[in-house]
């Protein structure tokens, strides 16, 4: 996990000036789960919205006053700024239809 | 301090002793013995609108500010700006407290259509939040103020019972003394069956209604290492936020005073052996309507005051300014009281709340007032509001907190007019020291009052029956009329004591007449007697004068007889001539 070490910077993955999607990774420190949350993010945007996305990375243990700001409560949890309506997906994000509907990627109930 | 460090290493000694944290709570830190388990978890269950919220925030709120420990809070249903709002209108000053730095809130909210889950989690979040607001003011106290929300808002409920046991774990870790409120569930204390990870101390509130009225209670359900009340309290919300009627106070070793204050009127202080009521013992005046207990027990009140003691009058029928309006017909003058300050009068309706409540706040009035007397007109009215026992339980308990106060009850209850006075207080007679009965006495086509000491524990008490009136100057006391015709009072009383006055008059004369009568037949026999012994007298003289001439009469026949013996020539016995000369 290359990107998260280091935690709450933010990581250009693509150089956009304004990228579409806009989301946020909250963690707790290097666990087993934040490190897969991560690699399954990065996976599914490779794979989803290449060239469109801009993830940051906020490890709470670090920042903890984060947390208020966009209600977190389990970790980790991931926020989706932009587009518009925030949407959380929390978990390891390891179920990737459910991360897709949850990021409105796929219309629910389809395969 | 000291507790909050040492308690985690104390936690395998608990059984022994319990270090606890006051609530600052009135009435639950004595229920509880010293308050909540200091450095641990403790659980206060609850339905809606039970007051979970208020008492959580009233514990942090008090340790703040009179325990100098700064607290947590925690809301999962109301933020930031809510909670500040209601804790405003109990007086407390949750933003002013922020400013200081002894409390630190945090609203977390969670919404579960926002949300999707997959994969694993944990809870790690609500700690790193939780601990950044307990750091952010060194909290020792934290309240989670339903934390059961959680469940609402996460589906996966093995994950969220592991974490709860961790955060239960952290937070004993941490020394902080915890509170954690829980909505109640259906047969169960909590609807996720929080109790269980929470088991040092759980407190339940409840909010019933009977017959529309409400009553709060609160129960310490279980206390792990340390004694607590097991009964239900009664408590009550107000602006000064929760008040537990505490029952430390009920037992019988109060102190008993025999120092005596008067009763306002000089012939209640005689029948009461001359010195009037004790100081601190409970009077009640039982009598129909009408028949004047609050003017006697304003005359009372009016007594005090003017000894400079502090009363407190409850009033559960009339408005105060009714009660001193009515008061100023009959010379007693309160006003001047409530403006010095001596006498307060608290009023409600006895249906604006339960029996527990109106004693509740009694007791808080109390409390705060810290009066000599207080006044409760009429009890009866509140006695209506609960199931007997109840009633008496809860009167008992005020009536001993006002003996271990050394303040003197004065209660007033209404009879009904079906039944005797004497049966319709029974049930409360016992805790009565000195008991006024004031009743009417129908007669002559008209109602009179008469008032008579029923019982008075500790004194030499008059047994007789007074007519009880009342006029502009006050109350009187009147000795009712005694006499052939029995007991009378009123017009009868004035007529037969007019009637007993022309009598006495009339036989006064008739003594005249009959003395000048018999002086008159004194004199006509004293005359008689005169002329009986006049009679006498001449009958004596008539004697004497018989006598003399019989004598004379002798003389002479013997004078013959001598003449003719002589002419005879008989010789004459010369001594009986003699004698006879000699004799004569």
Request: hydrophobic share 40%.
């Amino acid at each position: 996990m290359k990107p998260a070490s280091a935690a709450s910077k933010s990581h250009r993955v693509r150089t956009a000036s304004e990228p579409a999607w806009n989301l946020r990774l909250y963690i707790a420190g290097h666990t087993h789960k934040s490190v897969t949350a991560f690699e399954n993010l990065k996976r599914i945007c490779e794979q989803h919205l290449q060239g469109e996305y801009h993830i940051e990375i906020i490890d709470l243990i670090k920042q903890p006053q984060l947390a208020k700001g966009d209600q977190i409560l389990a970790v980790p949890t991931l926020v989706r700024r932009l587009p518009q309506p925030i949407k959380k997906i929390i978990g390891d994000l390891s179920n990737t239809e459910r991360v897709l509907v949850g990021l409105d990627l796929r219309p629910q109930g389809e395969g | 301090m000291r507790g909050s460090r040492t308690s985690p290493s104390r936690k395998t000694f608990v059984a022994t002793a319990v270090d606890k944290c006051p609530t600052g709570i009135v009435g639950f830190d004595q229920i509880s013995q010293g308050g909540l388990p200091r450095g641990r978890p403790a659980l206060v269950c609850g339905g809606a609108g039970c007051g979970k919220t208020l008492f959580a925030m009233e514990f942090v709120v008090r340790g703040a500010t009179r325990f100098k420990e700064p607290g947590a809070y925690v809301s999962f249903e109301e933020n930031a700006a809510e909670l500040t709002a209601n804790a405003r209108s109990l007086g407390f000053d949750l933003a002013g407290l922020m400013r200081r730095r002894m409390l630190a809130m945090d609203f977390v909210h969670i919404e579960r259509s926002e949300i999707e889950e997959t994969g694993s989690y944990d809870l790690d979040g609500l700690f790193v939040r939780l601990q950044y607001a307990m750091r952010s003011v060194n909290a020792k106290r934290v309240v989670l103020d339903t934390l059961e929300a959680l469940f609402s808002g996460l589906s996966d409920t093995a994950v969220l019972r592991a974490e709860l046991r961790r955060l239960f774990r952290w937070l004993k870790e941490q020394g902080v003394t915890a509170l954690i409120t829980a909505e109640k569930g259906e047969g169960s204390l909590t609807r996720y069956g929080i109790e269980e990870y929470v088991s040092d101390c759980v407190i339940l509130l409840d909010h019933r209604l009977r017959e529309q009225l409400s009553t709060r209670r609160l129960r310490v359900v279980k206390y792990r290492g340390s004694g607590h009340g097991t009964n239900e309290y009664p408590f009550i919300i107000d602006q000064q936020g929760i008040s537990v009627l505490p029952i430390t106070s009920v037992g019988l070793d109060h102190a008993a005073t025999a120092a005596r204050v008067s009763s306002g009127i000089r012939r209640l202080d005689d029948m009461l052996g001359g010195r009037g009521f004790f100081r601190g013992s409970s009077i009640m005046v039982s009598g129909t309507a009408g028949t004047g207990k609050t003017t006697l027990g304003c005359t009372f009140v009016n007594a005090a005051c003017a000894r400079g003691e502090r009363c407190l009058y409850f009033a559960f029928e009339e408005s105060p300014s009714q009660i001193v309006r009515n008061m100023r017909s009959v010379g007693v003058h309160l006003q001047r009281w409530v403006d010095r300050g001596v006498l307060k009068f608290h009023a409600a309706r006895p249906t604006l709340y339960g029996l527990e409540t109106h004693l509740s706040v009694m007791h808080r009035q109390i409390e705060e007032y810290r009066p000599a007397v207080v006044v409760v007109d009429p009890v009866t009215t509140v006695l209506t509001q609960g199931a007997l026992n109840d009633v008496r339980s809860m009167l008992l308990r005020l009536m001993d907190f006002m003996k271990s106060r050394q303040i003197t009850a004065y209660l007033i209850s209404l009879s009904r007019n079906s039944e005797p006075i004497e049966h319709s207080d029974a049930d409360i007679s016992s805790l009565i020291d000195t008991w006024i009965l004031v009743r009417d006495l129908e007669s002559g086509g008209e109602r009179n009052r008469g008032l008579y000491v029923l019982k008075s524990r500790g004194m030499a008490h008059s047994n007789q029956i007074r007519e009880f009136v009342l006029g502009p100057r006050g109350i009187e006391l009147l000795d009712v009329y005694l006499g052939p015709g029995g007991m009378l009072t009123g017009s009868a009383r004035v007529m037969q004591e007019s009637r007993d006055r022309a009598q006495a008059g009339a036989s006064e004369r008739q003594f005249a007449r009959v003395q000048a009568q018999i002086a008159g037949k004194r004199t006509r026999l004293e005359a008689q007697v005169a002329s009986l012994q006049h009679k006498i007298r001449i009958q004596d003289q008539l004697i004497d004068q018989l006598v003399l001439e019989r004598r004379a009469d002798e003389l002479a026949g013997q004078v013959a007889r001598r003449e003719l013996a002589i002419s005879r020539g008989v010789e004459v016995v010369p001594g009986k001539v003699r004698n006879r000369g000699d004799a004569s």
